[in-house]
Nanobody
Framework: QVQLVESGGGLVQPGGSLRLSCVASGIIFSFYDMGWYRQAPGKQRELVATITSGGSTKYTDSVKGRFTISRDNAKNTVYLQMNSLKPEDTAVYYC?????????????WGQGTQVTVSS
């Protein structure tokens, strides 16, 4: 059974920091590209950051220079360090695992963790 379990969300003031963690089980973590998505109330889920199995990273423009995605394959964990948080970063953040192999794709999602940026 595949599980992605996020943690680290919470309430933070504007300008503050949070670090999200996502622990994966039931998959060969090092094979998977990992990502963080977010969904604000009334909006579609959007990609925040991705890190490939080889360690290459990409970010949506609105978080570049503020957020950092990283992974620890020994711990089956992907992180999202979020600095200089803004109210518009408020959303439920979801962890995502993706693997493309001959014959199909494998996609798994976590349950989400709430991040609220407010004074």
């Amino acid at each position: 059974q595949v599980q992605l379990v996020e943690s680290g969300g919470g309430l933070v003031q504007p300008g503050g920091s949070l670090r999200l963690s996502c622990v994966a089980s039931g998959i060969i973590f090092s094979f998977y590209d990992m990502g963080w998505y977010r969904q604000a109330p009334g909006k579609q889920r959007e990609l925040v950051a991705t890190i490939t199995s080889g360690g290459s990273t990409k970010y949506t423009d609105s978080v570049k220079g503020r957020f950092t995605i990283s992974r620890d394959n020994a711990k089956n964990t992907v992180y999202l360090q979020m600095n200089s948080l803004k109210p518009e970063d408020t959303a439920v953040y979801y962890c995502h695992a993706h693997l493309s192999v001959r014959g199909g794709d494998y996609d798994y999602w976590g349950q989400g963790t709430q991040v609220t940026v407010s004074s």
